[in-house]
């Protein structure tokens, strides 16, 4: 009788073994599945009908920031993953300026993965600004440690990182005084913009505005 419980019992603990592991199964196939799915695929058509609303601001080169006052910034010519992991920020809330999350807080995935293709794709050339050569050279040298991830000179290639050569020298000093003060919320650059002091600041965005680069502020439709 003893034996046949323990028969029993086995069974029974074999059979939820097996239904435990056959279950497992099929929750990794559609996580695995869902993985595939969070791959989207970028339209630059349908994401240059989205950014018609962005281009009020950034189709119009040279429009200001009304306040604090810079020059709203160059994205054609972009990374997308960069431009992507913007909006992201924006629509978290952890990059604060009211305008930019209320446009990111609705937008989708699949709207800011096809918005960004939009931008990158544009080819565009940005001219050096006309800065102070002193500063500029002052921000050449302290660039070294920027270097590994935005290139010597503001042309880096890496896809999550911003191309920063010929952005507008105003916005950049406003983007890293907002990375110091945790206005951007961003662990590497919070690190980095923390050591820096306003001079280094405006050094640094000299430097870079005065590069030539593959940025520009594509015309919206009405201009055309």
Known sequence: MLNKIRHTLFSSVSASLAATSLFTVVLSSVVSLSSVNTALAADAARGEKLAQTCQGCHGAPGLRNPGPVYNIPMIGGQHPD??????????????????MQAQASNLSDQDMTDIA????????????????????????????QCASCHGADGNGDQ????????????????ALKDYRSGDRQNAIMAGFAGTLTISDIKALSAWYAS??????????EVFK
């Open 82 to 99: 960069y431009i992507v992991s913007a909006l992201q920020a924006y629509k978290a809330k952890t990059r604060g300026h009211k305008t």
């Open 117 to 144: 293709a939009f931008y990158g794709s544009i080819a565009g050339r940005s001219r050096p600004s006309l800065v102070n050569a002193a500063k500029a050279a002052t921000g050449k040298e302290k660039s070294v």
């Open 159 to 174: 896809a999550t990182f911003p191309k920063l050569a010929g952005q507008y020298e105003n916005y950049l000093v406003q």
């Open 211 to 220: 590069q030539e680069g593959g940025l520009s502020a594509p015309q919206a």
